[in-house]
């Protein structure tokens, strides 16, 4: 079992549409939850950072962590066609500790 | 700012060949990071750097040498290439532990294709 689950769609919408997309992880020593989007043949760049549990909002992306149940979830507002990218989940204990990537969920805004 | 940097963009080697990749941060971060993405894989960590002059094996070093001789600067070497190595290569730079965030800036990335 991976450490860190992600569903890698893809994950097809209609633009203007509410997008939920999710992590599920086994380590209870993580703490840092972060989310990345990557655009196609590009490098990931950080979209949301969140310690511990709680909810972080962003304009229209609302990260939140849930650690009891051990998922995480990144929440887009109002889909846009540019919103069309892989979303990669990533997290790691505190200090430094490598981070833990998901595969990866690549979602379509249709206009 | 350039933020991170890789050369080249794309690469093909025969089996065999040797190369090496360069990674270039003027972020003046401490920690930097060579990773590799496959599909169906996720981002797997090879080597990573803490600081000028150290570097350690990740999660999937066999293969692959690094070098960290200035602080701006991460050398991923292949000394033999083979064709599981084919692979999209992404670095990564971040401040260190107990910095606000630490979050990881990535670069472009290299394609590299092992015939």
């Known amino acids: 079992q991976k450490e860190v689950e992600q569903d890698p769609g893809p994950l097809s919408v209609p633009e203007g549409a509410i997008v939920s997309l999710n992590c599920t992880y086994s380590?209870?020593?993580?703490?840092?939850f972060m989310w990345y989007r990557q655009y196609s043949r590009k490098g990931p760049e950080l979209l949301m950072y969140?310690?511990?549990?709680g909810n972080k909002e962003d304009g229209r992306f609302t990260a939140q962590v849930d650690k009891s149940s051990k998922y995480i979830s990144l929440f887009i507002r109002d889909s846009q066609p540019s919103d069309s990218a892989t979303y990669l989940c990533?997290?790691?204990?505190?200090?430094?500790?490598?981070?833990?990537f998901g595969i990866g969920t690549k979602l379509q805004v249709i206009p | 700012n350039a933020g991170v940097t890789q050369t080249p963009k794309f690469r093909v080697l025969k089996t065999g060949q040797s190369m090496t990749l360069l990674c270039a941060q003027d972020m003046n971060h401490e920690y930097m990071y060579w990773y590799r993405q496959d599909p169906g894989m996720g981002l797997r960590l090879i080597h990573y750097?803490?600081?000028?002059?150290?570097?350690a094996k990740g999660e999937v070093p066999d293969g692959y040498n690094v070098s960290r001789l200035k602080k701006q600067n991460f050398l991923l070497g292949l000394e033999s290439a083979a064709p599981s190595q084919t692979s999209v290569y992404f670095c990564a730079s971040s401040p260190p532990s107990g910095t606000r965030d630490n979050e990881q800036f990535f670069g472009p990335g290299t394609r590299l294709t092992v015939l």
């Open positions: 380590n209870s020593a993580f703490q840092y």
């Open positions: 990533a997290m790691r204990p505190g200090g430094y500790q490598k981070v833990t």
């Open positions: 969140t310690y511990s549990s």
């Open positions: 750097s803490v600081g000028e002059g150290t570097t």
